[in-house]
Each structure stands twice: as C-alpha cells, then as structure tokens.
C-alpha cells in the first residue's frame, strides 16, 4: 500500500513538473501573443482614427465612412487575436476559435434573432439607404435629423432634444419618410374669411405676398398657390400651399410658416377683410333661466338689460 501511494505521489510530482517546464518554455511565447494583441488593437485605434480625421471630412458619404471605420477596427481586432493565438504557437486553438465561432454564430442567431436582424439591416443600410448625415426623416412615430449609423441602431436626434435610436430592422422594414432628401418640402395652412367678403380679391392679396417672400421657393417646378378649399360654418376657407428650402427644417417649415400666416392675417385686416371666429349657438330649454343680455344704445349711458 505505501509503494502504492509513493508511485502516484511520484507521478504526480513528474506531471507538475513537466507541465511547469512546458508553462516555462511557452511562457514567452504566450507574452509575444499578448503583446500581439494589445499591438494589434492599438495599430486598430489609430487607423481608423487616422482614418476618421482624413477621410471622413472628404467624404461626401459621412455615414458610410463612419460605419466602414467600425468595421475596419473590428476586422482588424480579430485578426490580431488569430495572429497572437499562431505566435503563440497555439494554431489548434485558432482553429478551434474559428470553427466554434461558425457553430455559436448559427446558435446565437437563432437565440438572438434581433440582434442578428439588426446587424444584417446595419449593413444593408449602410450601404443602401434613404438618408444621409443631418437629414430630416420621419421613420414610424419618430421625427428628427439623422445623427449616425451604428451596427444595431440608427441615432435620431429630435426637434425637442431627444436622442432616438431606431433598431435597423425598423428602418429597413418600414416606410421612411425624407423631408430633405432633394432640399424641398411644400407646407400648407387655412385661412378663413367672411362670406361677405371678395374671395378673388383676397385670393390675389395673399398670391402677393407668396410672390414676394424671399424665404418661399418658386420656380417652374415648385409652384404656390391658393385656392378655395371649404365653405365652414362662418368663413370661407382658402388653403396656402408654398414651397420651402428644407436643408435647415426648423427655420424653413417652421418659422417661415409662422411669418407667413402673420403677414397674411395682418394684411387682410388692413384691407378690411373679416376673419371671422366660429359661430356658437346657444339652445335654451324649458326648464332652464334665460341668460340676461345687456344691449347698448346710442348713449352710453343709456342702458337697458333685456
């Protein structure tokens, strides 16, 4: 029995020692393939900065240039690990890595099939999209300039500050709205005048003023016009269609909207068109008290209530 235990003791002490005198041989192999790696990620850091700081302000794709950099310096760091694992002199394991990379990549696509579909978008989009870099887009619900592009996610930035980030599928799947895709967007609002009042006349007083803004685009094919769009309740309604630069959204579709309905309202009131409110009707039942009216004579101070 203690011939027993002193053979295992000396294969046990013949295993530690022979596997601390490979440790000690592969050991500066092992530290050549962690400085590979931390080489190689800093090679990977500092050209795609350098790629950024040069190409991307010739670009005339910002987006696309942003998105290759992401996949440069992942590219990069893969193929720094796979190098290190070789000068490490562990060519097995690199195969191993590839080969369970292939079988994990199937198994987590169907675990994480989002987040596949997102990166599978990511890639289409960045090559095959209806947007570039500060257009104003509307995708479903959300409404913003289009801030950047990432493997999973498009960065919107909204009117009120938000900071949106729409899944690429979302974007690939459903319709996109571009505001400023060709610089242009016709905008449009409602005016109302009285039924007494001259609807040509009115109508060529606000063509005036359409003809003259230098902030309204007209050209041969954008043209503004009014026309008369509703008889209401109390006022005959006109409609406003103008042409507007949409490259800066806000002041384009926003403020010259503004600036237009206030000089069209101001005008009219001056050449004495009514813009008449909407009419209420009151209805008194039986069983309710009559409302008390004050009516105004000729003299002030003659008052009479009714």
Known sequence: MLLVLQSTAE??????????EIFIEVLPRIALGIFVIILGILIAQLLTNVYKKRILKKAEDPLMAKFLAQAIKLVLI??????ALRVAGLNGVATGVLTAAGGAAIILGFAFQDIGKNFLAGIILA???PFNVNDTVKVDEFFGKIKGLNFRYMHMKSF???????????VLTKPVENYTADG??????????????DIESAKNIIQQILDKNDYIVN???????????????????LKIFFWVDTFDYRKSAIVVRGNLMRQIKETLE??????PADIKELKLYGNEED???RVLTDSPDEQTEQ
């Open 270 to 275: 001056k050449e004495g068109f009514n813009l």
């Open 219 to 237: 050209d041969d094919e954008h043209e503004n016009f009014v026309y008369e769009d509703e008889l209401a309740a109390s006022t005959v309604n």
């Open 291 to 293: 409302i008390p009216l």
């Open 78 to 83: 893969v193929i720094a690990v796979l190098l």
């Open 160 to 170: 009120d500050g938000r900071d949106i980030y729409v899944p690429n599928s979302d």
């Open 127 to 129: 090559f095959n999209r």
């Open 184 to 197: 242009f967007f016709r905008n449009e609002f409602v005016v109302g005048i009285g039924y007494e009042d």
């Open 11 to 20: 294969t046990i002490t013949k295993s530690i020692n022979n596997y601390y």
